[in-house]
């Protein structure tokens, strides 16, 4: 089947290669994964199908694709599928297989493919634009273009990316190109504006990912202090649930903090989040936040039960919308105590 692939890759359509490049990745041997990273340098000009659902699992997966794929990133002929190209290599980053500078060589090939993506995000940072990039797809793809690239140029330490990164932060009002391009910085150990790193944290979409950022990073002395407090980050945590294409698909328009109520896990002694937010002129819909254990707060992890039900607001207490939610994910019981109310639920998490 190889042979076969190789032969015939560069006949096929921009699907039919997506296609082959699928079949080489579940073939999963050595020669399979240096087909398609032979394929890929000398035909992806052709067109490749842009997200070709190919999954890079293993370090020998990755070794046989790096860096010798990344001449990819170069090629704008390659449109779109360059992204996904990056984004497994950002992945290999993350998961600890590869060390940054390792393919600085390849730099300018990642330099290319980014301004490709600045010239069209560079456009679209007036007000209008961002108001309205939830229903513009084009915007969406280039967005998680720049975030990738942003993302992965923390890992490059040639003075060309540095520059680009420095240039990011003054060109962009978009906050989560914002985060990328600030965290990078931190990453190659340059420092960062306060201002900017307030305006990150003023963003309820972003907030969460730069304290949890942030604290991978070690260097959460930076994170504003005017949002250390739980609620803050789990606002954030919530419209980050929310932005998820399965369900709300963006930012709700308002969202309110409606209070912490305790519960004991597992884990340990937790609390939820519970919120009220509404698209607008829409009624307010109630959700939660959490759990997040007491000991490790103010913190960006949880045990796993954000969540909504979407349901309105005013059907019911607030109390019976967290044992609601609780229970569509979980195990909950409600207890009473002298204290007030309190639950109990059994994180499915808990076991890891």
């Not at 005013?314 to 609780?326: R, S, W």
Request: overall charge negative; proline content about 5%; hydrophobic content about 40%.
């Amino acid at each position: 089947m190889v042979p076969i692939l190789r032969r015939d890759f560069a006949r096929y359509t921009p699907k039919g290669r997506a296609y082959a490049c699928r079949i080489l990745a579940d073939i999963d041997t050595d020669e399979s994964w240096t087909t398609l990273r032979d394929m890929l340098v000398q035909y992806a000009t052709l067109g490749v199908a842009d997200t070709p659902s190919v999954k890079v699992s293993t370090e020998s997966q990755a070794r046989c694709l790096f860096p010798q794929v990344l001449e990819v990133l170069g090629q704008s002929e390659a449109r779109e599928f360059r992204y996904e190209i990056a984004k497994w290599l950002l992945d290999g980053f993350q998961k600890g297989w590869f060390e940054r500078g390792e393919f600085d060589a390849y730099a300018p090939h990642l330099v290319r493919a980014y301004q490709d993506a600045f010239r069209w995000l560079a456009d679209h940072q007036d007000p209008e634009s961002l108001r309205t990039l939830w229903d513009d797809e084009e915007h969406l793809r280039w967005r998680w273009a720049g975030e990738v690239m942003l993302d992965l140029m923390g890992y490059f330490t040639s003075d060309a990316v540095l520059a680009l990164l420095h240039e990011a932060t003054q060109a962009y009002q978009d906050p989560r190109l914002l985060l990328y391009a600030i965290c990078s910085l931190i990453r190659q150990g340059q420092s960062v504006e306060p201002a900017l790193m307030q305006r990150v944290a003023d963003s309820d979409e972003t907030r969460y990912w730069l304290y949890r950022n942030l604290s991978l990073l070690e260097r959460l002395d930076l994170f504003p202090d005017t949002y250390r407090e739980q609620r803050w980050i789990a606002q954030s945590d919530m419209v980050e649930w929310l932005t998820f294409p399965t369900e709300m698909g963006r930012p709700p328009d308002e969202i309110e903090w409606m209070g912490a109520y305790p519960i004991d896990t597992t884990a340990g002694e937790a609390e939820v989040h519970l919120f009220r937010f509404r698209l607008e002129d829409e009624p307010w819909q109630a959700g939660i936040a959490g759990p997040y254990l007491k000991a490790e707060i103010p913190t960006y992890y949880s045990l796993g039960a954000t969540f909504s039900r979407f349901d309105e607001w005013d059907e019911q207490p607030p109390g019976e919308h967290v044992e609601a939610i609780l229970s569509t994910v979980g195990f909950a019981e409600r207890v009473e105590t002298p204290h007030g109310v309190k639950f109990v639920w059994e994180s499915l998490f808990d076991e890891d």
